[in-house]
């Protein structure tokens, strides 16, 4: 029986995980960000250096999706990631969400 640790993730952005993948909150509320491993070894090793512990903020998944809810210079926005779909979404400048850098990438 695989071992998987979903209901031990302290991060708020886990969502599920699967053998060799980890799911999380996305940008917008419609969106996931996927993660998928080699090994389930580096899947737990991943989970051990930010899932499993208050150290999430330094995930580079959960920091970007941090600041994208710290964001007040533009709340209406409903996504921080450019989309060709959603005519709402708009690039946002780089920041630093603790210490780590965020940009988003069109």
């Known amino acids: ?11 708020p952005f886990y969502q599920r ?3 060799l993948s980890i799911v999380c909150e996305g940008y917008c509320q419609e969106q996931q960000i996927g993660m998928k ?3 389930e070894a580096e899947k737990l090793q991943w989970q051990q250096k930010y899932c499993l512990r208050f ?3 330094r995930c580079p ?4 999706v941090l600041w994208h809810y710290q964001d007040q210079e533009n709340p209406a926005a409903q996504c921080a990631v450019p989309s060709r779909e959603k005519p709402g979404c708009k690039k946002q400048p780089r ?3 603790n210490g780590l850098a965020a940009e988003t990438k069109a």
């Open 1 to 11: 029986m695989p071992n998987y640790t979903g209901g031990m993730s302290i991060c």
């Open 17 to 19: 995980e699967s053998r």
């Open 37 to 39: 491993f080699r090994t």
């Open 55 to 57: 150290y999430y903020p």
């Open 61 to 64: 998944v959960a920091a970007t």
């Open 95 to 97: 920041s630093r969400v």
